[in-house]
């Protein structure tokens, strides 16, 4: 593709540039199986247990091992080939969600947890290799559009699997759910066979992993340290995270009370919700905000959107009318999600890249848990009733952004006047 022509649309970028056509297709696939998978998971935990912290548990076992696997799965992302290492990652957790099929007593649930923890800490590779690898089969002017057709495609995903995954849980039973995702892990690894994925030729002699994995995670992390302009679009999704984490987790047990007989079903209508509205928020910020300097602004003011979301949540019957409510608090976390990543792509060399979102992905998980943590022991203990915790998280995201923003739009102005943000 001439780097010369201007930004094309997402329809174009999609038909005429294979290698993100076929990443993409890979990335569909995989999503949908995912989110069958999710839906059905928590469903299964509220079956066997009836406790929150249990499924805090798990929604804390999909983020805590992701977390901690992720300075170590830069390293690998940065030494290794991107495209063997996705097919690898898909291949693995393709045999491991089979696992699920053996849990049907309370007394096997710790397999839940085992099992969840090994496919994220394998997808844990998977993700900072995708996005690493967008730069490089898309040109610099069309990251905004590519990235934007990512996470569309992640809500669009969420909508479809987690509303299509609650009625296929109650309809086929959980077990055909989690065969679908295995099958959707192999699918996605046979799009990625087929494309090409260019990189920059390193020539120079590594030496063994098991020697040098400490010294170059030091590296990615000295060089986001370096960079205060890197660093601040690295940071900026564990601040949204603080409370964000633990209203996501919440949502599903909204979703519970909402239909206590049919828990799947009422839990995916929510997740659709959310997901529908991480579709919108990306696409409305690229339509409305085409200069890069205002985008610290948007991200900043999209945490606190997400709170008054959810703080109309609490404030809202426990109906599926919160799905309104619940669709804008996740309109604006989506357009954070895009603008922060694809700023992070620009900002970051090649070489470091994959370390920079792994490292970006321990923030945001670490923090995720520590958040889903606060607010699964709050209910457990009976501290305070699930919508006095859904406000109180709300009210939490509002002051988290209204700070990081005054912290992060002075910075980002000066970096800019004195040209400290690097580029790619």
């Given at each position: 593709?001439n780097p010369a022509l201007p930004a094309i649309g997402?329809?174009?970028?999609?038909?005429?540039?294979?290698?993100?056509?076929?990443?993409?297709?890979?990335?569909?696939?995989?999503?949908?199986?995912?989110?069958?998978?999710?839906?059905?998971?928590?469903?299964?935990?509220?079956?066997?247990?009836?406790?929150?912290?249990?499924?805090?548990?798990?929604?804390?076992?999909?983020?805590?091992?992701?977390?901690?696997?992720?300075?170590?799965?830069?390293?690998?992302?940065?030494?290794?080939?991107?495209?063997?290492?996705?097919?690898?990652?898909?291949?693995?957790?393709?045999?491991?969600?089979?696992?699920?099929?053996?849990?049907?007593?309370?007394?096997?649930?710790?397999?839940?947890?085992?099992?969840?923890?090994?496919?994220?800490?394998?997808?844990?590779?998977?993700?900072?290799?995708?996005?690493?690898?967008?730069?490089?089969?898309?040109?610099?002017?069309?990251?905004?559009?590519?990235?934007?057709?990512?996470?569309?495609?992640?809500?669009?995903?969420?909508?479809?699997?987690?509303?299509?995954?609650?009625?296929?849980?109650?309809?086929?039973?959980?077990?055909?759910?989690?065969?679908?995702?295995?099958?959707?892990?192999?699918?996605?690894?046979?799009?990625?066979?087929?494309?090409?994925?260019?990189?920059?030729?390193?020539?120079?002699?590594?030496?063994?992993?098991?020697?040098?994995?400490?010294?170059?995670?030091?590296?990615?992390?000295?060089?986001?340290?370096?960079?205060?302009?890197?660093?601040?679009?690295?940071?900026?999704?564990?601040?949204?995270?603080?409370?964000?984490?633990?209203?996501?987790?919440?949502?599903?047990?909204?979703?519970?009370?909402?239909?206590?007989?049919?828990?799947?079903?009422?839990?995916?209508?929510?997740?659709?919700?959310?997901?529908?509205?991480?579709?919108?928020?990306?696409?409305?910020?690229?339509?409305?905000?085409?200069?890069?300097?205002?985008?610290?602004?948007?991200?900043?003011?999209?945490?606190?959107?997400?709170?008054?979301?959810?703080?109309?949540?609490?404030?809202?019957?426990?109906?599926?009318?919160?799905?309104?409510?619940?669709?804008?608090?996740?309109?604006?976390?989506?357009?954070?999600?895009?603008?922060?990543?694809?700023?992070?792509?620009?900002?970051?060399?090649?070489?470091?890249?994959?370390?920079?979102?792994?490292?970006?992905?321990?923030?945001?998980?670490?923090?995720?848990?520590?958040?889903?943590?606060?607010?699964s022991l709050v209910l457990e203990m009976g501290l305070l009733?699930?919508?006095?915790?859904?406000?109180?998280?709300?009210?939490?995201?509002?002051?988290?952004?209204?700070?990081?923003?005054?912290?992060?739009?002075?910075?980002?102005?000066?970096?800019?006047?004195?040209?400290?943000?690097?580029?790619?």
């Open positions: 593709m997402y329809v174009e970028l999609i038909r005429e540039n294979s290698a993100f056509r076929k990443l993409w297709l890979g990335n569909v696939v995989s999503l949908f199986g995912d989110w069958f998978n999710t839906i059905a998971l928590y469903a299964l935990i509220l079956n066997l247990t009836g406790s929150e912290f249990a499924l805090g548990a798990v929604f804390i076992t999909k983020m805590l091992p992701a977390a901690l696997a992720s300075p170590l799965a830069g390293v690998l992302v940065d030494r290794f080939d991107r495209r063997k290492t996705m097919i690898v990652s898909d291949v693995l957790r393709a045999v491991i969600v089979l696992g699920f099929l053996v849990v049907d007593e309370p007394n096997e649930v710790f397999l839940i947890y085992v099992l969840t923890a090994a496919q994220v800490v394998i997808g844990s590779v998977f993700r900072p290799a995708q996005n690493a690898s967008i730069p490089n089969v898309t040109r610099k002017i069309d990251l905004v559009t590519a990235n934007t057709i990512m996470a569309a495609t992640w809500s669009v995903m969420l909508a479809m699997g987690a509303a299509l995954g609650g009625f296929a849980a109650e309809v086929f039973g959980l077990k055909a759910v989690f065969v679908l995702d295995s099958l959707s892990y192999l699918l996605s690894a046979w799009f990625i066979y087929r494309t090409a994925i260019p990189s920059p030729i390193d020539h120079a002699p590594k030496p063994p992993l098991f020697r040098s994995a400490h010294r170059e995670i030091k590296e990615g992390w000295n060089y986001i340290q370096a960079h205060p302009a890197i660093r601040r679009m690295a940071t900026v999704k564990a601040f949204w995270a603080v409370a964000g984490g633990g209203l996501v987790y919440m949502l599903a047990l909204v979703g519970g009370q909402v239909n206590p007989l049919h828990q799947a079903a009422s839990i995916g209508v929510l997740f659709a919700a959310r997901g529908i509205g991480t579709a919108i928020g990306p696409i409305a910020a690229r339509h409305f905000f085409t200069d890069e300097r205002s985008w610290v602004m948007v991200l900043g003011s999209s945490i606190v959107l997400t709170g008054v979301g959810y703080i109309a949540v609490g404030l809202a019957p426990f109906t599926l009318i919160v799905a309104i409510p619940v669709l804008l608090a996740h309109a604006a976390g989506g357009s954070s999600w895009v603008l922060s990543t694809v700023l992070l792509q620009k900002r970051s060399h090649d070489r470091f890249r994959g370390r920079v979102f792994a490292n970006e992905w321990l923030f945001v998980m670490g923090t995720e848990t520590a958040s889903i943590l606060v607010a009733s699930l919508r006095n915790t859904v406000l109180g998280f709300g009210m939490t995201s509002v002051v988290i952004g209204l700070f990081w923003l005054m912290r992060a739009v002075p910075s980002e102005k000066n970096d800019y006047l004195t040209g400290n943000v690097p580029e790619s």
